[in-house]
T-cell receptor, first 113, second 111 residues
Framework: DAGVIQSPRHEVTEMGQEVTLRCKPI?????LFWYRQTMMRGLELLIY????????DSGMPEDRFSAKMPNASFSTLKIQPSEPRDSAVYFC???????????FGPGTRLTVL | SQQGEEDPQALSIQEGENATMNCSYK?????LQWYRQNSGRGLVHLIL?????REKHSGRLRVTLDTSKKSSSLLITASRAADTASYFC???????????FGAGTRLAVHP
């Protein structure tokens, strides 16, 4: 298996623009997680899905953030409109029900100017 | 919000020495996991210990868990320069696979 795939790897955009991050989890995994990592706040869980259903989105910072998982092999995280404080590395991870270890993608480095 | 707090924040050692990192957490858990992150990369799972376990080994890694003190430690024996990375503890609770990560320990192993 190729592991968790994220695209793009790098994104540079201007404030106010819409940003869409994409994730393909490992085939057969039941859970998908979106995280954000910054120096100031560390690794934060934004939202996670179980069998394509959002379970907990309490970590989503604002209404500008939304996430979808239309099928078991694809998820998106959208920021609209983007702001400079959204600059961070965004990780997607997936896991089976058991064992509970999470497999992380390489991340998307987002820079909002 | 962060559940686990790693200690120390940074650790610098020579190759061949052992490295010990500690993690404390606040609420009850059903498992605790350790992850490694090399600079610019995603996190990689190292080891999982369940709340009813006290110690676990994997190669040069040894993890202990003390639920009465709400703490865990990760020991890397005979460290190598390739062990240079950030190490995170993450706690899991409840029926879902949600994890809460700590701030991490930055380990530098010098040749």
């Amino acid at each position: 298996d190729a592991g968790v795939i994220q695209s793009p790897r790098h994104e540079v955009t201007e404030m106010g623009q819409e940003v869409t991050l994409r994730c393909k989890p490992i085939s057969g995994h039941d859970y998908l997680f979106w995280y954000r990592q910054t120096m100031m706040r560390g690794l934060e869980l934004l939202i996670y899905f179980n069998n394509n259903v959002p379970i907990d989105d309490s970590g989503m910072p604002e209404d500008r953030f939304s996430a979808k998982m239309p099928n078991a092999s694809f998820s998106t995280l959208k920021i609209q409109p983007s702001e400079p404080r959204d600059s961070a590395v965004y990780f997607c991870a997936s896991s089976l029900v058991e064992p509970r270890e999470q497999f992380f993608g390489p991340g998307t480095r987002l820079t909002v100017l | 919000s962060q559940q686990g707090e790693e200690d120390p924040q940074a650790l610098s050692i020579q190759e061949g020495e052992n490295a010990t990192m500690n993690c404390s957490y606040k609420t009850s858990i059903n498992n605790l996991q350790w992850y490694r992150q090399n600079s610019g990369r995603g996190l990689v799972h190292l080891i999982l210990i369940r709340s009813n376990e006290r110690e676990k080994h994997s190669g040069r890694l040894r993890v202990t868990l003390d639920t009465s003190k709400k703490s865990s430690s990760l020991l890397i024996t005979a460290s190598r320069a390739a062990d240079t990375a950030s190490y995170f503890c993450a706690t899991g609770s409840g029926g879902y696979n949600k994890l809460i990560f700590g701030a991490g320990t930055r380990l530098a192993v010098h040749p």
